[in-house]
C-alpha cells in the first residue's frame, strides 16, 4: 500500500516539472518572437526627365511562295530604308536589322486549312536624338517599304542616372513609411532585414503604320517619368 501511495504522488511531480520547464521557457519564445516582428513597406521614388531621344521599331514584310524572291524584294526595301536613315543624320550603329521571321501562311478552303506561300517580315529598330526631325524619317520610311510601326517611344540618354536617383528616393521614401507606421504602434524602427527592387515599363500596342503617324503629327515629348520601386522590410525595436 506504501508502494501505491508513492506512485500516484510521483504523477503531480511530473507535471510540476513540466509547468517550471514551460514557465521558463516562455520568456525565451516571446522574446525570439519580439526579435524577428518586422515592418514591410513599398517604397516609391519618381524623376521627371525630358526626353531627348525617341527609339522605333519598323517592320518590312513580304508575302509570296518563294523564300528566295521575297528575300530579295526585302533586301531591296532594306537597303531603300536604311539608305535614307543615313541620309537624315541617323549613325549606323543605331540602326540595327538583324531580326528576320519566316512563317508558313495559311488559307482556309473547302478542302480544310492549306498553305500558300510564306510570310517574310524585318524588324528595323532605329535610336535617333534628333527630336525635331522624327516625323519626317516616319514619313520617308513610310514611303519606301515600311509596312509596320510596331513600336516609337520617347526616351531619355542618361536615363540610369535619373533612376539611380528615383532608386536612392525610393529608399528614403520606404523609410519614412516604416517610421510612421512604427510611430502609430509606439515601437522603433530597427535595422533593415530583407530589401528587394521592382519596376518596369510597358510597351505601345502594335498599330498600322499609317495610323501611327497620323496619330504622331501633333505629338510632343513632354516630360517623362522614372518610377523606382523597393520592398523593405525593417525590424521592430519594442
Known amino acids: ?20 520547464f514551460l ?4 520568456p525565451f519564445v516571446c522574446a525570439s518572437a519580439a526579435e524577428s516582428a518586422s515592418i514591410s513597406v513599398q517604397g ?15 517592320v518590312v514584310e513580304e508575302q509570296g511562295n518563294t523564300v528566295g524572291k521575297l528575300n530579295t524584294q526585302l533586301d531591296s526595301d532594306l537597303r531603300a530604308i536604311v539608305t535614307f536613315l543615313l ?30 506561300g510564306f510570310t517574310l517580315s524585318r524588324d528595323i529598330t ?23 510601326i510596331q513600336q516609337f517611344n520617347f526616351i531619355s540618354v542618361g536615363e540610369g542616372d535619373a533612376y539611380q536617383k528615383a532608386l536612392i528616393a525610393a529608399v528614403k521614401n520606404a523609410k519614412q513609411r516604416a517610421q510612421l507606421l512604427a510611430k502609430e504602434l509606439e515601437v522603433e524602427v530597427g535595422e533593415v532585414v530583407a530589401i528587394s527592387e521592382s519596376g518596369g515599363n510597358m510597351p505601345i500596342p502594335v498599330m498600322r503604320a499609317e495610323a501611327f ?12 517619368r522614372i518610377e523606382a520601386r523597393v520592398n523593405v522590410s525593417f525590424k521592430i525595436v519594442q
Open 1 to 20: 500500500m506504501k508502494l501505491l501511495s508513492l506512485k500516484k504522488n510521483a504523477i503531480p511531480s511530473k507535471a510540476l516539472i513540466a509547468s517550471a
Open 23 to 26: 514557465a521558463l521557457l516562455t
Open 44 to 58: 516609391v521614388g519618381a524623376i521627371e526627365v525630358t526626353p531627348n531621344a525617341y527609339s522605333v521599331t519598323l
Open 87 to 116: 541620309e537624315q543624320g541617323i549613325e549606323q550603329k543605331h540602326i540595327q536589322s538583324m531580326q528576320v521571321r519566316l512563317q508558313p501562311r495559311y488559307i482556309n478552303t473547302p478542302q480544310g486549312r492549306q498553305q500558300e
Open 126 to 148: 532605329v535610336t535617333s536624338t534628333d527630336l525635331e526631325t522624327y516625323d519626317k524619317v516616319l514619313d520617308g520610311v513610310l514611303k519606301r517599304g515600311v509596312d509596320r
Open 213 to 224: 503617324a497620323k496619330d504622331m503629327s501633333m505629338s510632343l515629348p513632354g516630360q517623362e
